[in-house]
């Protein structure tokens, strides 16, 4: 599974756009890009998954460049509620024997204040 | 349908006492992890199960086993708890068997303190 690159931190004010942008530049192939997000006390929860370009679905857009080698999570017009972890993984769709890999890194902390 | 369940939701545990963390989940799921969350750090694999009756080390297995018991329950043990396994303890599953693309749903945690 290709490593992968996070901010520690991100600060944000409730109403504006967030990109969190992940750096996986030894990406393969067959590798998909996935976030998720995990509030206090509670496990992650997926956000959005994307190959390249552009994908959208009601809570995020991710997009991804041509050389894939990085990604960026956008969060539309951010609320207190997204105050959160978000973690970034790239992983390879066809092999089934890396779990051994399998990490989620420390992901990057959005704060949101009014 | 309740998603991944985890039991016990805490546990204090003395020096070299054992206990085991159980976990289910109802969405006729093929894969299901262990995972380790210290604090201000992400998730680290312990286990991995594609199927009933097979395993797979992550990253940090040392100190822990794991049984799959069957298609619905995978349970960790520690045998011999120590300070250094205090950590909160998610399950996951996901449907197929793709570990690095397949979507994982992950239970509400065991935080585990041994002192």
């Known amino acids: 599974l290709a490593k992968t690159t996070q901010p520690i931190s991100m600060d944000s004010y409730e109403g504006q756009e967030v990109n969190i942008t992940c750096s996986h530049n030894?990406?393969?192939?067959?590798?998909?890009i996935t976030w998720y997000q995990q509030f206090p006390s509670q496990g992650p929860r997926f956000i959005i998954q994307?190959?390249?370009t552009k994908v959208t679905n009601e809570v995020a857009s991710l997009f991804i460049p041509a050389d894939r080698k990085s990604s960026t999570l956008s969060l539309p017009r951010v609320s207190l509620s997204d105050t959160a972890v978000y973690y970034c993984?790239?992983?390879?769709?066809?092999?089934?024997?890396?779990?051994?890999?399998?990490?989620f890194g420390t992901g990057t902390r959005l704060q949101v204040t009014l | 349908n309740a998603g991944v369940t985890q039991t016990p939701k805490f546990q204090v545990l003395k020096t070299g006492q054992s206990m085991t963390l159980q976990c289910a989940q109802d969405?006729?799921?093929?894969?299901m992890y262990w995972y380790r969350q210290d604090p201000g750090m992400g998730l680290r694999l312990i286990y991995y199960?594609?199927?009933?009756?097979?395993?797979d080390k992550g990253e940090v297995p040392n100190g822990y086993n794991v049984s799959r018991l069957n298609k619905r329950e995978f349970s960790l043990r520690l045998e011999s708890a120590a300070p250094s396994q205090t950590s909160v303890y998610f399950c996951?599953?996901?449907?197929?068997?793709?570990?690095?693309?397949?979507?994982?749903?992950f239970g509400p945690g065991t935080r585990l303190t041994v002192l």
């Open positions: 030894n990406i393969a192939t067959n590798d998909y």
């Open positions: 969405m006729n799921h093929n894969s």
């Open positions: 199960s594609a199927s009933e009756g097979t395993t």
């Open positions: 993984l790239v992983g390879d769709s066809q092999n089934t024997g890396t779990a051994s890999k399998l990490t």
């Open positions: 994307g190959y390249k």
């Open positions: 996951a599953s996901s449907e197929g068997l793709a570990v690095g693309t397949d979507t994982q749903y």
